[in-house]
């Protein structure tokens, strides 16, 4: 039974098939049978990693061993504080990559909370109130307005029946539902309309249902299992520090042991040499890397919370830096979720609405200028029934502040609705002329209503005011116009003549054509005599009044920052559980959807393609509507597959499995479900689509400083090496001992690597194309700047120390350790110097050296640490320094500056590239 489609069949069909009498429900008995049979109506959170296990599994990371190896070296070396503070950055990356799997886990514990705990059942032909996870198929079940649905259910009777499904659909307004077979085969989950999922709410009318599918069966329970099924992508910052750690690793010891047998060979003492490698290795080593890359990450996300973004998964900053297609979710995203009167028309002319959302501030506006509200008697009574034919109320939510101002700042565009959204339209459209049910009561009392149902497809209320009583209603334009025989025309009552009447046709087909969620309006007054007592009585001979366009409007913010993504060469792609023809139209105001060559594919297609198909048209489509999770979760995969990096945005349930399986998973701070929150790496506390753009720029800044820490580092390490390789090889004297070594390496590798962590962006980040996800670290020439650097770096203190050394006669003591001062001055000076080159993808001279302040105070710091060495007496015995003249400090100047500035002459000299912009569709990103 579990392969029929439901939709499809009777509700006499399936109480049959069920052996189930619709008064009395299944008996204690049966239903004990089908509970052992199918289970408990809960969602299973799939096998649980113990707390214990999550921990150990932190330190299985290639670069956590090289720490490890290190801190060992450190200790055998007698460098205890630099043990300490190895192990110290292991253990707090443990605890934090700790942290973050045992939240992410949580996602499925948030999923088990949107279903009801508890449900009205029919047993042995009385009402019962049970635990929702006791329900079995078979079981009926009672429902009303504000109950959740508590297990999938084929309605067998609907009575004004409308549910809140864009959790688990997209679709923006509640839906209707009914008790009808639906005969296509294949029907989207969103247009299953007698059917209930799980999880989503009755927000009109009341419901009678069987239960068809409990637990893991449920539309709810696929998406659990697919959030348990989905692999976590590993980040391309994880890939490329993993990758980066190997070649460190085996490049450093390889060329360590070529130095210590050099030096052997060439009569160097053994145990010198070997202490001389030792410290070589731990200083080729940049063991604080993943301490910088950390600090990095976490500065960025201290100042992407500043900027309305919460990050959840710390690498997730920088894998933004590199997306290429970002797939947004429609509803509450790229829209307000706000239903807005945007159109009126009346007596032939359109009128334009203005204002956000809820907000009842705005104006009406008639050929460019305020209307005439007072003397215009169709838009007033227009007005008059948008409010009156309504049970929507509009209500300020205040926050409590200190200062008047500031909370008049808070507050402001604060407002909501409660009831029907696009009840709640009509309430704000009359807000804004002045009109509400406050302002009316005294004029206007109801004493009766027709409610709206899915085959009247209109709704109706009578009031009495001093004149006697009238009729309001609205409902479909079509099936409004059978009800009525005359029209409100300018400011006069006439027939409704059938050229009138296709007028109004044209206006809506108009109306509907631009997305717009049309209603029409009508009334009448009513006799003293006449009986109202049942809908058809009322509802004829009706006055047609006009027509409402109303849309969940766009962002205005969006446009903007969709056009910024478009620059950075990133294509949007707008995922929806909306119409077709409503996606495709906020496309087009966003700029999403090209005006040519831009594809739109619905559900109904994508079900048709297989994966091959669906990869061959990905790249050219830009909108996809009424989808279900299923193909979501297909569509990050198809361009997964193409060689982009995917980032997915989303609120509801239905994002979920998406927002896991994309490479970062962004979450709705205000509108999303806990699930989706849960699933994802980076929660927007605005719900604000901007905010993506500008977490994409903290992407990139933060990749681009990890790039210049780690080109710092390494050309200053490369310098080091091969100081002591050029020695080796030439067999001169080393050039450092090993506590100079170290110290070298204390003093440069700390205090400025971690400035340059913080270092501004420059001004053109913003106009490159997104690099490949699996870009390798050393790429855009960043390999041979290091490498060049470092040799020269090692090249001109190796010539400082042979200058100095050849003032004096061959085995001089005193003259060794004054040119091994030099060497080590001339070494810290030049990666000194170096570091402001750093900041720049082109030379030292293309940026203010001043600029960044941190790094400024971290190279004073670093100088003053060198000079201490210098000229303290009791620190020089120890380093094996002796303090230089001045004649001695022109010497380390001049080479120490060499490199930087040889290289920055050569670069302003020579005509700088162009950078390149993407435009997304003009290229394809590298591939993954």
């Known amino acids: 039974m579990a392969d029929k489609q439901w939709y499809q069949m009777t509700a006499e069909h399936i109480l049959q098939s069920q052996q189930i009498e619709p008064s009395k429900g299944l008996s204690t008995e049966e239903a004990g049978k089908r509970l052992e049979e199918a289970g408990r109506n809960e969602l299973s959170e799939g096998a649980k990693i113990s707390p214990v296990a999550l921990f150990l599994n932190q330190f299985k990371d290639f670069m956590v061993l090289v720490l490890m190896g290190a801190t060992l070296i450190s200790g055998l070396l007698g460098e205890y504080l630099d043990a300490i503070t190895i192990v110290a950055i292991i253990i707090m990356n443990g605890i934090l990559g700790f942290v973050q799997e045992f939240r992410a886990e949580r996602s499925l514990r948030a999923l088990k909370e949107l279903s009801a705990p508890n449900a009205k059942v029919l047993r042995n032909g009385s009402l019962e109130q049970l635990p929702a996870r006791e329900l079995v198929p078979g079981d009926i079940v009672l429902l009303e307005s504000g109950d959740r649905i508590p297990a999938d259910l084929r309605f067998i009777e609907a009575n004004s029946l409308y549910v809140e499904e864009s959790a688990l659909t997209g679709e923006s307004v509640p839906v209707s539902k009914h008790t009808e077979a639906l005969l296509n085969d294949e029907v989207p989950l969103g247009d299953q309309r007698n059917l209930g999922f799980m999880g989503t709410m009755i927000t009109r009318g009341t419901a009678k249902g069987i239960v068809i599918r409990t637990g893991m069966r449920t539309e709810m329970g696929k998406i659990a299992d697919l959030i348990q099924s989905t692999e976590s992508m590993e980040t391309p910052l994880q890939h490329r520090l993993e990758q980066l750690g190997k070649i460190l690793i085996i490049v450093a010891l390889a060329l360590t042991v070529v130095v210590v047998i050099a030096g052997i060979v060439h009569g160097q003492e053994p145990y010198g040499m070997f202490l001389a490698g030792v410290s070589l290795a731990v200083a080729a080593i940049p063991e604080g890397l993943p301490a910088i890359v950390t600090i990095a990450l976490a500065l960025g996300v201290q100042r992407m919370i500043q900027r309305k973004a919460i990050v959840r998964k710390l690498p997730s900053v920088e894998t933004l830096g590199c997306a290429s297609v970002i797939c947004s979710d429609k509803t509450g995203t790229l829209t307000q979720n706000k239903m807005t009167v945007t159109h009126l028309w009346v007596s032939g002319d359109i009128l334009e609405v203005t204002g956000d959302g809820y907000d009842p501030r705005g104006d009406i506006l008639q050929q460019g200028g305020p209307a005439d509200i007072r003397n215009n008697q169709m838009l007033r009574r227009l007005l008059q029934v948008s409010v009156l034919c309504n049970n929507a109320s509009l209500f300020e939510e205040k926050a409590e502040t200190k200062r008047k101002k500031q909370a008049e700042e808070e507050t402001s565009g604060i407002w909501n609705i409660k009831g029907d959204p696009t009840e709640g339209a009509l309430v704000v459209l009359g807000a804004k002329a002045g009109l509400t049910h406050q302002s009316m009561d005294g004029l206007y009392r109801r004493i009766g209503e027709f409610p709206f149902d899915s085959e009247r497809k209109r ?82 001979g009706l006055v047609f009044v006009g027509l409402t366009g109303m849309i969940d409007p766009p962002r205005k913010e969006v446009r903007d920052a969709i056009a910024k993504c478009r620059k950075a060469g990133i294509k949007t792609v707008m995922i929806t559980g909306d119409h077709q023809s409503t996606a495709e139209a906020i496309a087009r105001q966003l700029g999403i959807l090209p005006s040519t060559g831009g594809l739109a594919l619905n559900g109904q297609q994508l079900s048709q393609l297989s994966d091959d198909e669906l990869d061959a048209r990905v790249e050219d489509a830009y909108v996809y509507a009424r989808v279900s999770p299923e193909h979501k979760l297909r569509i990050v995969k198809a361009l997964q597959r193409k060689g982009h990096v995917v980032a997915m945005t989303g609120d509801g349930v239905n994002d979920a499995p998406a927002i896991k399986a994309a490479d970062i998973g962004i979450a709705m701070g205000i509108s999303g479900t806990d699930v989706s929150k849960e699933a994802s790496a980076l929660v927007l506390s605005d719900d604000n689509f901007a905010t993506i753009v500008a977490a994409i720029e903290e992407g990139r800044g933060i990749y681009e400083n990890i790039r210049k820490f780690i080109r710092y580092l390494l050309a200053s390490n490369v310098g080091e090496i091969m100081t002591m390789f050029l020695a080796m090889m030439a067999g001169l004297p080393l050039p450092l001992v090993p506590i100079q070594i170290l110290w070298v390496n204390l003093v440069t590798d700390g205090l400025p690597a971690m400035a340059l962590g913080v270092d501004q962006a420059e001004k053109d980040l913003m106009q490159q194309k997104p690099r490949g996800a699996r870009e390798n670290i050393f790429a855009r020439r960043l390999g041979w700047k290091i490498i060049s650097r470092g040799i020269l770096i090692g090249l001109c203190t190796l010539a400082a120390f042979w200058i100095v050394l050849g003032q004096g006669a061959e085995g001089d003591a005193a003259v060794l350790v004054k040119a091994q001062t030099v060497a080590f001055a001339t070494l810290v000076m030049a990666q000194l110097i170096h570091v402001f080159d750093c900041r720049s993808s082109r030379s030292i001279f293309h940026r203010n050296p001043l600029q960044n302040i941190y790094l400024v105070l971290a ?30 400090w022109i010497i380390v100047l001049i080479f120490a500056g060499i490199p930087t500035f040889l290289m920055g002459f050569g670069s302003v000299m020579s005509k700088p590239a162009k950078k390149k912009t993407l435009r997304y569709g003009s290229a394809k990103p590298a591939a993954r």
């Open 459 to 540: 709704m109706s209320v009578l009031v009495e005011h001093q004149g006697g009583r009238m009729v309001c209603t609205k409902g479909a334009p079509d099936v409004l116009l059978q009800q009525c025989s005359y029209v409100l025309w300018d400011n006069r009552v006439i027939p409704f003549t059938q050229t009138l009447k296709q007028k109004v046709l044209a206006a809506n087909e108009g109306m509907a054509k631009n997305a717009l969620r049309v209603l029409g309006l009508a009334y009448r007054e009513v006799k003293p005599t006449e009986r109202c007592e049942e809908e058809y009585e009322v509802e004829s």
């Open 859 to 888: 190279v004073l710091s670093s100088l003053i640490l060198m000079l201490a060495v210098l000229y303290i007496p009791q620190l020089s015995p120890i380093f094996k320094t002796v303090p230089l003249h001045w004649k001695d």
